[in-house]
């Protein structure tokens, strides 16, 4: 991610669906894999979002999805990051061979529930899929793993603020708060900010002002709430 500067300034200016279709192409091949797709869906607001650099697939297997190891990962009530391929499949080889057939051998999916476990709360994913085994050591591929996590909780918080309406918010951040997300913006690491927080606050001080202002923002996670707060205009 080195070679697109800070995220903050990727991110800041994406307005479109066009826009998000293309940071992610670009953040995609610099990783060096080709293919990717995002889903975003708030059921709250109709259907989902689908953003995809290659044809969708459709499998003819009734119940496939809900047999699929990693359909079940994503759809999991608190999903992590994960790389997945035929170690996926070990136990269903059927069909890991259906997705092979339309070249489909692994990936790397980092799938958010906005919402914490809020039950039918908002979802999204990026998915990063290759028709071979994933290039690397196994440091490297985790190393990419976590590099698309990052990108993909900053952009959760550009694509709620494009498709969801937040004037329905009640926010209100206070002048603690706001410091605190423009730091995660500056890329602090977490465990640093009560230190460079001018005055400086308690580690316990910090973690429940994250918790408030992500509550507030009606996600879950502190660098989508960083980010959302930035695309609406709550910090700069």
Request: net charge neutral.
């Amino acid at each position: 991610m080195s070679k697109f500067g800070p995220l903050a300034e990727l991110l800041v200016d994406l307005r479109s669906v066009k826009d998000i279709e293309k940071e992610v192409q670009d953040f995609t091949r610099s990783i060096g894999i080709d293919a990717f797709s995002l889903g975003y869906v708030d059921p709250t607001k109709g259907g989902p979002i689908f953003l995809s650099n290659h044809p969708e697939i459709q499998f003819d297997e009734p119940g496939i999805y809900d047999e699929d190891p990693v359909s079940v990962l994503i759809r999991a009530a608190d999903p992590k990051p994960f790389y997945w391929g035929e170690h996926t499949y070990k136990n269903h080889k059927r069909l890991f061979e259906i997705g092979c057939a339309h070249g489909i051998r692994s990936g790397l999916i980092v799938p958010v529930r906005p919402d914490g476990r809020k039950k039918n709360g908002r979802r999204m994913m990026i998915s990063l899929d290759c028709d071979r085994p994933l290039d690397g050591t196994p440091q490297q591929i985790t190393d990419r793993l976590a590099a698309l996590n990052t990108f993909t909780l900053g952009l959760t918080g550009v694509v709620v603020a494009l498709f969801d309406n937040r004037a329905e918010l009640d926010i209100r951040l206070d002048n603690i708060e706001k410091d605190i997300l423009k730091l995660i913006i500056a890329r602090t690491p977490i465990h640093n900010i009560p230190y460079v927080l001018r005055p400086h606050r308690g580690h316990d001080v910090v973690k429940a002002k994250l918790a408030s202002a992500a509550q507030k923002l009606g996600v879950t996670n502190a660098y989508t709430a960083a980010y959302l707060a930035r695309q609406v205009g709550l910090i700069t």
